[in-house]
């Protein structure tokens, strides 16, 4: 069973919006700062926005004002609405956490959403 799960994403044409849905299991989820990252063709992928436990957001400075990053404890989601969007926002988008346990640390990604700006 996936750990966490992106969905929501798709096709869009510039100035559009969507909203990206992350799914966790609750054992992950709870206590934890959950992060959205983006993957631009042939390049490293970048953190874009992160909720911590307590909630509080925190968006990449170049996107501020077009990207928002909430969740809904009752539902163990995380979302992403993506406002305004351009071609350059093209990318898949991906859901993170870094849970830490007595044991260690482990790092969760899902398999990712792809987003896509027509021009």
């Known amino acids: 069973q996936e750990e966490l799960v992106e969905s929501g994403g798709g096709l869009v044409q510039p100035g559009g919006s969507l909203r990206l849905t992350c799914t966790a299991s609750?054992?992950?989820?709870?206590?934890?700062?959950m992060n959205w990252y983006r993957q631009f063709p042939g390049k490293q992928r970048e953190k874009v926005a992160s909720?911590?436990?307590?909630?509080?957001?925190n968006v990449l400075d170049s996107v501020k004002g077009r990207f928002t990053i909430s969740r809904d404890i009752a539902q163990n989601v995380v979302y992403l609405q993506l406002n305004s969007l351009t071609p350059d926002d093209t990318a898949v988008y991906y859901c993170?956490?870094?849970?830490?346990?007595?044991?260690?640390?482990?790092?969760?990604w899902g398999q990712g959403t792809q987003v896509t700006v027509s021009s």
């Open positions: 909720i911590t436990w307590g909630g509080v957001p």
């Open positions: 609750p054992s992950i989820f709870s206590g934890n700062t």
């Open positions: 993170n956490t870094v849970v830490t346990t007595w044991n260690g640390r482990r790092t969760y």
